[in-house]
């Protein structure tokens, strides 16, 4: 289904990334892969260096470092946030929601709507319909979406397609009542039959995590997961991908009356570089239109994917001017989402590192 | 914080529980409690019986039959539903999100949207808003709310303070715009400094599960639980609930305009009998009007003990009529939420025994 | 503050016959974090002041307790 929303903008945007990096050569070794296999695989999918949080350190410690930032840098004033949206996959607690504890941990006022959403890829563009949602009410005039996950804590050390694919970041965005008379497209679609491909089986209520779901199985590719440990179906996700992704965005471009060539940037959610390359390719969009570098650096952090690549390729460029972008977010539930909207100039738009 | 939704109605809602009903006088001699103490703890809390989901029924089984009952008696459709709205604190996985799975169980088309949201006492009503800001998209048909929990799961049997309070229950609530103005006026507040009076330590991403965090700890007499347990302060929740939500419902009816009077019930959160009681004297609401039964006949069941209510308590006269209603939920968080508004008539609101496919 | 009147809503908690300013509360056999919910709810509900639960665990007597109460309503 395809929305349009008014008068709403992103205003600024923050990603924080844990300081502690890993490289792929080093954990190369770790897997039941001759070296010339790993390597290939390196290239295909762009592995190399990626960010992962230290043992004990959760969603809440990155969102509350990122917004702390903010409010010693004056870009943030505590009082003016009306609503916190928290879009995870891995909360600190099952009990109580964690933007309550961000909430409480910053001081913030009582006055406030705290809201937790589990959602991982497709989680800032569902963020961000969600955030221009709450501002159709009269009371809330800022809304800050937090994307944060630490799966990385979820992958199984012997999984070679999984463990050194996944990185941990937080992402923070301001959005507001835009005074122009802007217009923002979104589609977004669900299929909870596939909802297989992409899974953590164990450690929720239904089957909850014990000695068996650590146990490491060989899942018949070399490769060893444990039911606690992040799944994901390569093959299935790819077909998804392609199937799925390329309509949406067509559908959406001409609900909107937009060109492709109108299109300044596709900013994706990265999977990986091989996924994203076929994307592009499938799409007939120029590679350089659809930037596919942040697996390579910063590994593929969930949510946050997006943010990071607006913050990393159009740093400065947002900070003075407006460019037509279309997002794209994919992946558990399984869930995709698109969105077309004007981006810029924005207060900021950085990258910092949690200490 | 308020805010006024127009042109929103429920238009049914059931609730779902386990046909397993345990009574407090066959289980009180696991709980280390002297018969005694046994009966002065009955009769303070008002204990007789509650309703506990086997192993390997969920949050999502209860849920996804209370909406499969809608689809089959035609109260609902498949093509109505525009969104799944899933409210819990205790879902299937961490990944998919538990919308999704109840999304593919019940073969529902692309175009409906799936949300997990995290919450439980304050829950029905956080998700009611969820739908109204929903409803605002017209080309979104109606919204569907489920509420689930089974916080059973997440204490000892043989915790003489929780596990005789606590039941497991779902609720589908079936939401969609109407032409009447209806405006529904809310408050919400909340206070995460205090978040640690309702708690679950380990078993998410700050203190993974492990062989540590499952060993029982007797933190008093009788009273045993693991870290990946529920943690309740009950004295700080007492104190919460006694000087936040009165100032709150207070606020919400000054905001839409009523009086203790105008309102036909008050149906709160029920946490157990004993605060409601201190909460009806307290804010001078007449018993009759504040119903403080459904932890005596279900237990605590989290964000569902609102359906419970209203279904038990005010179904027959919701058949016929409308009546102006105020909802409070207060609990996880801190998070306190007041609504007033005119429910009904609602042609189904009913309890129903989950039964396996 | 009445203080008699104190002493005989606390041995109504208590469920004893009667309750003496030396008495030492953790003796008391209903001496229970339920008793002491039920404090709480009498110092708030008959005598309009919030006390914490750590308030009443470092309190030993019977009358301490009443003083405790008593020093809120000021």
Redesign the interface.
């Known amino acids: 289904m395809n929305f349009t929303f008014h008068r709403k903008r992103i205003t600024g945007m923050l990603v924080v990334l844990p300081e502690n990096e890993r490289s792929f050569s080093e954990e190369m070794k770790n897997f039941n892969f001759p070296e010339a296999r790993s390597l290939k695989l390196k290239e295909v999918m762009g592995f190399d260096k990626r960010r992962v949080v230290e043992p004990g350190v959760c969603v809440s410690d990155l969102a509350v470092f990122g917004l702390q930032h903010l409010f010693e840098a004056g870009l943030l004033k505590r009082e003016d946030i009306d609503a916190l949206l928290l879009i995870t996959q891995t909360p600190d607690h099952f009990v109580p929601p964690t933007s309550n504890i961000i909430q409480g941990r910053l001081g913030l006022k009582q006055d406030m709507l705290c809201l937790d959403i589990s959602q991982a890829c497709a989680g800032f563009v569902l963020g961000l319909m969600q955030a221009f949602m709450l501002l159709e009410q009269e009371s809330i005039k800022k809304v800050v979406l937090i994307n944060a996950d630490v799966l990385s804590r979820k992958a199984s050390p012997k999984d070679r397609n999984i463990y050194p694919l996944i990185g941990d970041a937080a992402s923070i965005a301001i959005v507001e009542r835009d005074p122009q008379d802007s217009t923002i497209h979104a589609s977004l679609k669900m299929d909870g039959a596939r909802a297989g491909a992409l899974t953590i089986p164990a450690g929720g209520l239904r089957q909850p995590s014990s000695m068996e779901t650590a146990i490491l199985e060989d899942v018949g590719d070399n490769n060893l997961r444990a039911k606690d440990h992040l799944f994901m179906d390569g093959a299935a996700i790819f077909n998804f991908v392609q199937t799925e992704v390329p309509p949406m965005i067509e559908g959406l471009l001409a609900h909107a009356g937009v060109a492709k060539d109108g299109v300044d940037y596709f900013l994706c959610h990265q999977p990986n570089r091989f996924m994203l390359q076929k994307l592009a390719e499938k799409m007939k969009v120029p590679y350089e239109k659809m930037p596919n570098n942040v697996v390579e650096h910063f590994g593929n952090n969930s949510g946050v994917s997006i943010p990071t690549v607006i913050a990393y390729n159009l740093a400065t460029r947002l900070l003075q001017e407006n460019v037509r972008v279309c997002l794209a977010g994919f992946g558990a539930g399984l869930t995709w989402s698109a969105m077309l909207l004007n981006l810029g100039s924005l207060s900021f738009n950085a990258i910092i590192e949690y200490k | ?3 006024i939704f127009k042109n929103k109605k429920i238009s049914a809602i059931v609730s779902v529980v386990p046909k397993e009903e345990y009574r407090f006088d066959d289980e009180f001699p696991a709980f280390k409690l002297t018969p ?2 046994a009966k ?2 009955k009769k ?1 809390m008002s204990l007789d019986r509650h309703r506990i989901a086997p192993p390997d029924v ?3 089984d209860l849920c996804q039959y209370g909406l499969e009952q809608l689809l089959k008696d035609g109260t609902l459709k498949k093509e109505e539903i525009g969104a799944l709205v899933f409210v819990s ?17 019940l ?2 088309g ?11 006492c304050a829950g029905f009503l ?1 998700g009611l808003v969820q739908a109204f ?2 409803l ?2 017209s ?2 048909p109606k919204v569907v709310l489920l509420n689930g929990d ?1 916080c059973s ?2 204490m000892d049997k043989c915790n003489r ?1 929780s596990y005789p309070l606590t039941g497991d229950a779902g609720s589908v609530t079936v939401i969609e715009r109407c032409e009447a103005e209806n405006p529904i006026y809310m408050d ?8 640690k009076a ?4 380990a ?4 203190t ?2 492990t ?1 540590e965090t ?1 060993k029982l700890h007797e933190v ?2 009788g ?1 045993v639980q693991s870290e990946q347990h ?1 943690h309740m ?4 929740i ?2 919460f609930t ?2 936040s939500v009165p100032a709150q419902v207070d606020e919400t009816l000054a905001f839409s305009g009523d009086t203790r009077e105008s309102i036909d019930w008050f149906l709160f959160h029920q946490p157990n009998p ?1 605060i409601l009681t ?1 909460m009806a ?2 804010m001078k609401i007449p018993a009759a009007k504040l119903p403080n039964n459904i932890v005596s006949l279900y237990g605590n069941c989290s964000s569902v003990t609102i359906p419970l209510n209203i279904a038990l308590n005010c179904g027959e006269q919701l058949r016929e009529k409308s009546l102006r209603v105020c909802f409070s939920g207060f609990g ?4 306190w939420l007041t609504m007033v508004m005119d429910l009904g008539p609602l042609p189904v609101c009913k309890i129903v025994d989950y039964e396996r496919a | 503050m009445d203080k008699v009147t104190f002493y005989e809503q606390l041995a109504k908690i208590l469920d004893i016959g009667e309750v003496k300013p030396a008495d030492v509360l953790r003796d008391f056999e209903a001496w229970d974090s339920l008793a002491a919910l039920s404090i709480l709810a009498m110092a708030d509900s008959k005598y309009g002041v919030t006390i914490k639960a750590e308030e009443i665990r470092s309190v030993v007597t019977a009358e301490q307790l009443a003083n405790l109460v008593e020093s809120r309503q000021k």
Request: negative net charge.
């Open positions: 914080m308020k805010s005694e103490k002065r703890f303070m969920c949050s999502s604190q205790t879902p299937d996985y961490f990944m998919p999100p538990t919308s999704n799975v109840i999304h593919g169980k073969g529902l692309h175009d409906v949207i799936c949300l997990d949201i995290n919450q439980g956080l800001l929903l605002e998209i080309a979104l089974v799961k997440m303070i919400i507040k909340n206070d995460g400094s205090r978040y309702i708690l679950v330590p078993g998410a991403f700050r993974p599960a062989a499952i008093e007499e009273v529920i302060d009950g004295a700080a007492f104190n006694m000087n004993f201190q004297e307290k996880v968080g801190l998070t």
